[in-house]
């Protein structure tokens, strides 16, 4: 009995870690800045390279992601200095230059690197509950994933940033008159969603193959988990991650993988039908 | 002007859009001054106190803040020279509890700013009451208080109110004028308002200027604020 449960939750646990890394990056520019960032999956792509490149130079995994989480979000700040910010309240502009810029990276890296690069293996490591094998790794993933969601509540409820931040969201005019410097905190923040998203691509890199395209595998359900969970990225994208977590692995479990993605994006689609404006819109609207 | 001049603001123009709304401000105010700006709806009160902070772009002119040109710098490095805003509507941050809607107002005086909590709760202790609730749910008096101590937090040389009377009711309009009175009293801190409501000019306001098709039309000075001639100035 209990080794059943656990496979639950192991199953839960897999699909929800997925969503939360994948989406966490994208749902903090889209809900900070308005910012509908089509370049996330290349940020993710970006995590991943640099992660497996320095591990091939013989950094270890752990440090190899960290680097690759700040490298990403290095890039993103850049980014946001070079491109984003000449684009603020013009949303299909920063929509198509943003996606233009995915166009670039992904062809770019086709030529530079070629189609794949060697990749470098799951780190080995699991454990058996009752009949069952688990993969330790899954449940890194997992923790990290929890790890995000707890960084991006301290960093945005508990840090002088976090208050300019939120200040800046709620209207960015008058922070701007109390002495805010928004521009920095347009940047910081893109660079934030950048590194998140770098840090998904880093953790992923070792349990998957490494192709210049490889962003796109993520990018359906980061864009899924933040439209269900609206523009508040602290009330929205883990109550999101939770309840579509638990609708594909529910399905996954009875029908298999391919009936999962299915009901995941009906159930999706229902959603936004009912809360056009994600969860959070929900839980924002009932506080006030 | 025989005190150190404060804010000078010299033939101000600003646009929205192709439309002309100011053309030609003209005023100064000393150290310690509380002022108020008068005139009717859409002669351009609030399009000055945008420019004065520096949200709205000056097509000509030239704004000094304690002697420095201040044209070209833009709102948030005005905030930190040391000019508070008080907004028209309060602009409370809604979704925020009132400390941290204070929290961002100690930007401004860095370290500073942030022992001046005790100074702000003292002039406005129903903030104190209220330190964790979301400001959004709060009355029209209480966020005016707060938007104001906002600005206070941040020990500003000037302050720059915009209809601090609007919306809120009358015995608080009372209360919130003898805070400015005490805060100018005990700080120093220099006034300037813009209000519709005549009652608040004459409680509070030692000058006076009248505006009027985005210009300074008249200018009454301390001894001249009284009922009659605001309103004769009000009528043109």
Redesign the interface.
């Known amino acids: 009995m209990f080794a059943e449960l656990f496979s639950t939750f192991y199953q839960f646990a897999d699909v929800f870690a997925f969503l939360i890394l994948s989406a966490a990056g994208l749902a903090i520019v889209f809900g900070m800045m308005g910012v509908i960032n089509m370049a996330h999956g290349e940020f993710i792509m970006c995590g991943a390279y640099v992660t497996v490149g320095l591990v091939h130079a013989g950094v270890p995994l752990p440090l190899a992601q960290a680097c690759a989480t700040i490298a990403a979000g290095l890039i993103g700040v850049v980014v946001e200095v070079l491109i984003v910010r000449k684009l603020y309240k013009r949303p299909l502009d920063t929509l198509l230059a943003t996606w233009g810029l995915s166009l670039i990276v992904t062809q770019g890296l086709l030529i530079l690197l070629g189609s794949s690069i060697p990749g470098i293996g799951t780190p080995e490591g699991s454990f058996t509950v009752g009949p069952y094998t688990f993969s330790t790794y899954r449940l890194v993933l997992f923790a990290c994933a929890i790890g995000v969601l707890a960084a991006i509540y301290v960093i945005f409820m508990r840090t002088r940033f976090g208050v300019m931040a939120r200040a800046t969201m709620q209207n960015a005019a008058m922070a701007q008159a109390l002495g805010v410097k928004v521009g920095g905190v347009y940047a910081a923040s893109f660079g934030l969603g950048a590194a998140l998203a770098g840090l998904c691509g880093a953790l992923y890199a070792p349990t998957m193959t490494l192709i210049p395209t490889m962003g796109a595998t993520f990018v359906v359900e980061s864009f899924v988990t933040v439209v269900v969970g609206g523009a508040n990225v602290l009330l929205g994208t883990a109550p999101a991650g939770v309840l579509l977590a638990t609708v594909r692995m529910l399905l996954n479990a009875n029908y298999g993988q391919i009936i999962g993605q299915i009901g995941m994006l009906v159930a999706v689609i229902l959603i936004i039908r009912v809360l056009p404006e994600g969860i959070s819109g929900l839980l924002v609207r009932r506080g006030r | 002007m025989t005190r150190e001049a404060v804010l000078e603001v010299c033939g101000l123009w600003a646009n929205y859009g192709a439309t002309p709304i100011l053309q030609g401000v003209d005023m100064a105010v000393g150290k310690g001054e509380i002022v108020g700006i008068i005139g009717r709806n859409g002669v351009g009160k609030t399009t000055t106190m945008r420019c004065l ?3 709205l772009r000056t097509a000509r002119g030239e704004i000094r803040f304690l002697g420095e040109d201040i044209t070209r710098v ?3 490095g005005r ?2 020279l040391g000019i508070g ?1 008080i ?1 028209q509507g309060r ?1 409370v ?4 509890t009132v400390a ?2 204070l ?3 100690t ?2 005086g860095g370290p500073k700013g942030r022992k001046l909590s005790d100074l702000v709760y003292t002039y406005f202790p129903r903030l104190a009451e209220r330190r964790d609730q ?1 400001a ?2 709060m009355s029209g008096g209480e966020q005016q208080q707060l938007a104001i101590g ?2 206070l937090i ?1 020990n500003p040389a000037l302050m720059l109110l915009d209809e601090p009377s609007e919306g809120v009711q009358p015995s608080i309009v009372q209360m919130i004028c003898d805070a400015l009175k005490s805060i100018r009293d005990e700080l120093g801190t220099t006034i300037v308002f813009v209000e519709q409501n005549l009652d608040t000019i004459l409680a509070i306001a030692e000058r006076c200027y009248v505006m009027d098709k985005g210009r300074i039309t008249a200018s009454l000075g301390s001894g001249e604020v009284d009922a009659h001639r605001v309103r004769e100035h009000l009528l043109i």
Do not use: H, S
């Not at chain 2, 941050?93 to 925020?96: D, S, T, W």
């Open positions: 902070i520096g949200l833009a709102a948030d905030a930190r805003y907004p602009d941050f809604p979704r925020m941290e809607n929290t961002v107002g930007l401004i979301m959004g749910t906002r600005a941040g």
